[in-house]
């Protein structure tokens, strides 16, 4: 069984910075891509930013300039760093994962989610 525990949301005001963690736990082979997704009220879930094993990131042109996504795959961790945070972004933010996992001599590939944590700015 994997799974991922995200954590490091809260409330923070415009311009503030917050930094959410997710650890990846269980019987894993590999990990490949991680994502951060995030999900407003009464909109669609969006991908934020998105790091590979080798470290080549992605980001919404929402955040570009502004959040920052890397990951320890030691520690089987991915961050997001968020820097100059607004109002829009306000949101539950989801860490997604591809995880490898070996059963007997055979690897299927699994897409984990997180439970998601709550980001809110506001004044």
């Known amino acids: 069984q994997v799974q991922l525990v995200e954590s490091g949301g809260g409330s923070v005001q415009p311009g503030g910075s917050l930094r959410l963690s997710c650890v990846a736990s269980?019987?894993?082979?590999?990990?490949?891509?991680m994502d951060w997704y995030r999900q407003a009220p009464g909109k669609q879930r969006e991908l934020v930013a998105a790091?590979?094993?080798?470290?080549?990131?992605n980001y919404a042109d929402s955040v570009k300039g502004r959040f920052t996504i890397s990951r320890d795959n030691v520690k089987n961790t991915v961050y997001l760093q968020m820097n100059s945070l607004k109002p829009e972004d306000t949101a539950v933010y989801y860490c997604?994962?591809?995880?490898?996992?070996?059963?007997?001599?055979?690897?299927?590939?699994?897409?984990?989610w997180g439970q998601g944590t709550q980001v809110t700015v506001s004044s």
């Open positions: 269980g019987s894993i082979f590999m990990i490949k891509t």
């Open positions: 997604n994962a591809d995880v490898q996992v070996l059963t007997g001599d055979q690897i299927h590939e699994l897409d984990i």
């Open positions: 790091i590979t094993p080798g470290g080549s990131t």
